[in-house]
Nanobody, 129 residues
Framework: DVQLVESGGGSVQAGGSLRLSCAAP????????MGWFRQAPGKEREGIVC???????TYANSVKGRFTVSQDSAKNILYLQMNTLKPEDTAIYYC????????????????????????WGQGTQVTVS
């Protein structure tokens, strides 16, 4: 079974930075939109960024300009660099593979059903105080 493994969460003061990593099988990125999501207590899951198979990247407005996604294709790792963190960024962060062939913009807009979220990581906690 395919497993996505996140790491890099932790606690940081407002204004600080963290980098999350998501290790995934190499073929995943060739077929699925690879994205980061987060869920805060009492809130719905939020799609914050996705990179689709055409190389298009879409960010949620809530993180645009502060968060940056990147990939290390050789190591099959998806990164999320989070800068200028705010208390409202506190959440459990997940990486996921959506599709196949999902569009980055539609993923972040929440246009896909749960059946199209094929693979998830276990989540990593980010706490900003």
């Amino acid at each position: 079974d395919v497993q996505l493994v996140e790491s890099g969460g932790g606690s940081v003061q407002a204004g600080g930075s963290l980098r999350l990593s998501c290790a995934a099988p190499g073929y995943i990125g060739n077929k699925y939109c690879m994205g980061w999501f987060r869920q805060a207590p009492g809130k719905e899951r939020e799609g914050i960024v996705c990179v689709d198979v055409d190389g298009r990247t879409t960010y949620a407005n809530s993180v645009k300009g502060r968060f940056t996604v990147s990939q290390d294709s050789a190591k099959n790792i998806l990164y999320l660099q989070m800068n200028t963190l705010k208390p409202e960024d506190t959440a459990i962060y997940y990486c996921a593979a959506i599709g196949p062939g999902a569009s980055a913009g539609k993923v972040v807009a929440g246009s896909y059903t749960r059946y199209e979220y094929r693979y998830w990581g276990q989540g990593t906690q980010v706490t900003v105080s």
